[in-house]
C-alpha cells in the first residue's frame, strides 16, 4: 500500500509535469504560428514573401513614377525660371534704352526751343 501510494503521488506528478509541458509547447507553438502570421517572427511562410515582394515592386514602381513626375516638374520650373530671368533681364534693356531715348528726346526738344527762341529773337 506504501509503495503504491508513492507510486500513484509520483504519476500524479509524472502526469501533471507532462500536461504542463504540452502546454508549453502548445504554447510555443501558437506564438510561432502567430509570429510567422505577422511577420515578426524570423521566417516566412514562401507566398507571404512572395506576395510581400510583389508588393514592394509596385511600391518601387509607383514611387519611381512620382520621381520622374517630380523631376519633369522641376525641370519646367527652372525653365520657367530661367525664360523670367531672360525677361526680367530684358525689361531692364529696353528700359534702360527707353532711359537713353527719353534723354536725347528731352536734349532733341530743349535744343529746338532754344532755336526757335534764338529765330523768335532774331525776328
Do not use: F, I, N
Request: aromatic share 2%.
Amino acid at each position: 500500500p506504501e509503495g503504491r501510494a508513492s507510486w500513484g503521488s509520483t504519476g500524479t506528478s509524472l502526469a501533471s509535469h507532462s500536461q504542463e509541458l504540452a502546454h508549453r509547447c502548445r504554447d510555443d507553438l501558437r506564438r510561432e504560428l502567430l509570429q510567422a502570421e505577422t511577420g515578426s517572427g524570423s521566417w516566412l511562410p514562401r507566398d507571404q514573401l512572395e506576395g510581400q515582394l510583389k508588393q514592394a515592386a509596385a511600391d518601387a514602381g509607383q514611387l519611381q513614377e512620382q520621381v520622374s513626375r517630380l523631376e519633369r516638374d522641376c525641370m519646367l520650373e527652372r525653365e520657367k525660371a530661367q525664360e523670367a530671368a531672360h525677361l526680367r533681364q530684358r525689361v531692364q534693356e529696353l528700359e534702360s534704352e527707353q532711359s537713353k531715348h527719353g534723354s536725347k528726346y528731352a536734349a532733341l526738344q530743349r535744343e529746338l526751343l532754344r532755336s526757335r527762341v534764338q529765330d523768335t529773337a532774331a525776328t
